[in-house]
């Protein structure tokens, strides 16, 4: 079995200033790592992935995370926010082998002018 | 290519009614797959389908859920008879059968509220 915890629900940050989102996850076997992204009324939009190799990650709109093993932990990063960042962040992970994903409780982004 | 579309967007029912969700999957994907958000808690998973057989439905919450998915196409979600605590977003997924490496693609979601 899997969890993963957001320990931020909410991150309030200046425009152009740097974010970290924290994602740490524990788990019984390995896993597939992820982080999703909501914007306002729209669904579900994947990030980026970690399946293996590099364990520094860069998706899309600028994010990145990194892998940490020994931490258990799948960060995600990014240099300079922008107000079109608002959104819900979820990190998600997936056991080798198993289908469906475990998601944490989300953190709220929200960028101030 | 259309993405996953959800129907209803929203629904409120009262408690004891049934309800029925719509998700009509990205074409040719054979994964599909129910979660559901209970408001402020973690998105949980409850069922997957490949084709129309579940695959795993391991986290329906009891016996007043039914998910079908007649013809490997379109799936459906019945609750039947509607508690309080059903109220939340519903999501759908849909993968390509690309074990371990399929991405899955998420609708907008239903949002049910049980008053």
């Known amino acids: 079995a899997q969890s993963v915890t957001q320990l931020d629900s909410q991150v309030p940050v200046f425009e152009e200033a740097p974010v970290e989102l924290r994602c740490n996850y524990s788990s019984s076997v390995s896993v597939y790592l992820f982080w999703y992204v909501q914007y306002p009324n729209q669904g579900l939009q994947l990030l980026l992935k970690y399946l293996s190799g590099s364990t520094l990650v860069k998706g899309i709109n600028g994010f990145e995370a990194e892998f940490n093993k020994s931490q258990t932990s799948f960060h995600l990063r990014k240099p300079s926010v922008h107000i079109s960042d608002t959104a819900e962040y979820f990190c998600?992970?997936?056991?080798?082998?198993?289908?469906?994903?475990?998601f944490g409780t989300g953190t709220r982004l929200t960028i101030i002018p | 290519e259309a993405g996953v579309t959800q129907f209803p967007s929203h629904s409120v029912i009262e408690k004891g009614q049934t309800v029925t969700l719509r998700c009509d999957p990205i074409?040719?994907?054979?994964?599909l797959y129910w979660y559901r958000r209970v408001m402020g808690k973690e998105i949980k998973f409850l069922l997957h389908?490949?084709?129309?057989?579940?695959?795993?439905e391991s986290g329906m919450p009891n016996n007043r859920f039914l998910a079908e998915r007649t013809g490997g196409t379109y799936s459906t979600l019945k609750v039947q008879p509607a508690e309080l605590e059903d109220s939340g977003v519903y999501f759908c997924a849909s993968s390509q059968q690309k074990r371990d490496l399929g991405e899955q693609f998420f609708g907008p979601g239903t949002r049910l509220t049980v008053l």
């Open positions: 074409s040719g994907h054979d994964n």
């Open positions: 998600a992970v997936r056991g080798f082998g198993n289908e469906k994903l475990t």
């Open positions: 389908f490949v084709k129309e057989s579940k695959q795993d």
